[in-house]
């Protein structure tokens, strides 16, 4: 069930909720956040009979919901609120030609900067803060985000047994920030979310790898499949018939995500979640 959105990348920047006087509620949303609720809130959805209707020019979606419990109330507000910061994810042009359906569904806790001239955004700084600095309390503050968004994910795309993953890193790094995010989300996630008493499956590679730094889009897509055509990628455990959630700390095109993504569906994964901490403003990398 591929929950992309129509656009390379999309933020909800419309959206109404309130009471009426009859003590109804209404939900007013952007046609792919109504779909995304729908799917994150299935039971709740059964409170509004009618579920979502097109809004007078049909560029947006409503849902009437009757006294809705506080409980409720707070879901759908902790919704918004999330989906005011995350960013969702598909593909982009420079993508496009290469892959379909890899990923189930991408997200981004944040962009690493609202502008260019701007400072970093608050996961920016932490995401820079944990990879850079090797901060430990900027580190677990990022785990327990993440934490919070896998346990949120809608349970539709993501069945039982759940798997934790990373985009894999060059040979010989000290550091890994993907890595030790994925020991620390570990912690913050309830046990039986995952449905397996060993959720993190490790990749290392055989081969070198490139930094991609500098590398552009095309570059990068090349070197992903030089990885993968030689059998370059090795996983810590089998995961055929899993659902997996892949971290990386930094999204900028995309390459590194979708081909992973491939390698895994191929692997016969059931489905494939992207997760990343911050969403670049461009998405050429270095062209």
Not at 122 to 139: F, M, P, W
Not at 212 to 218: C, F, H, I, Q, S
Not at 249 to 269: E, P
């Amino acid at each position: 069930m591929s929950l992309l959105p129509p656009r390379s990348r999309c933020q909800l920047e419309w959206k109404q909720f309130f009471q009426d006087q009859d003590g109804n509620w209404l939900l007013h949303l952007q046609p792919y956040y109504a779909e995304l609720f729908a799917n994150y809130f299935p039971t709740l959805m059964k409170q509004s009979p009618a579920g979502f209707r097109d809004f007078k020019s049909a560029r947006n979606k409503f849902a009437l919901f009757s006294k809705l419990p506080a409980r409720d109330v707070q879901r759908i507000q902790g919704f918004l609120k999330f989906f005011e910061r995350a960013v969702c994810l598909g593909i982009n042009k420079h993508l496009k030609n290469n892959f379909t359906d890899e990923l189930d569904f991408c997200l981004a806790l944040d962009f690493n900067k609202p502008s260019p001239q701007a400072d970093r955004t608050e996961i920016g700084e932490l995401e820079y803060q944990a990879k850079y600095q090797q901060n430990s309390e900027a580190l677990s503050e990022l785990a327990k985000e993440l934490a919070f968004a896998i346990e949120a994910l809608p349970r539709c795309a993501i069945p039982q047994p759940r798997l934790l993953t990373h985009v894999p890193s060059r040979r010989g790094l000290t550091f890994c920030l993907p890595s030790a995010l994925c020991r620390a989300i570990v912690s913050f996630v309830k046990d039986s979310f995952w449905g397996d008493p060993r959720p993190v499956a490790l990749p290392s590679l055989s081969v070198a790898k490139q930094s991609a730094k500098n590398l552009t889009v095309d570059q990068k897509l090349d070197q992903w499949k030089s990885i993968v055509a030689s059998n370059g990628i090795r996983m810590s455990r089998p995961v055929e018939d899993c659902s997996i959630i892949v971290i990386d700390d930094l999204y900028q095109s995309g390459a590194s995500m979708w081909t992973f993504a491939s390698f895994l569906k191929n692997r016969k994964v059931r489905s494939v979640v992207g997760l990343a901490c911050v969403k670049s403003l461009r998405d050429t990398d270095n062209r």
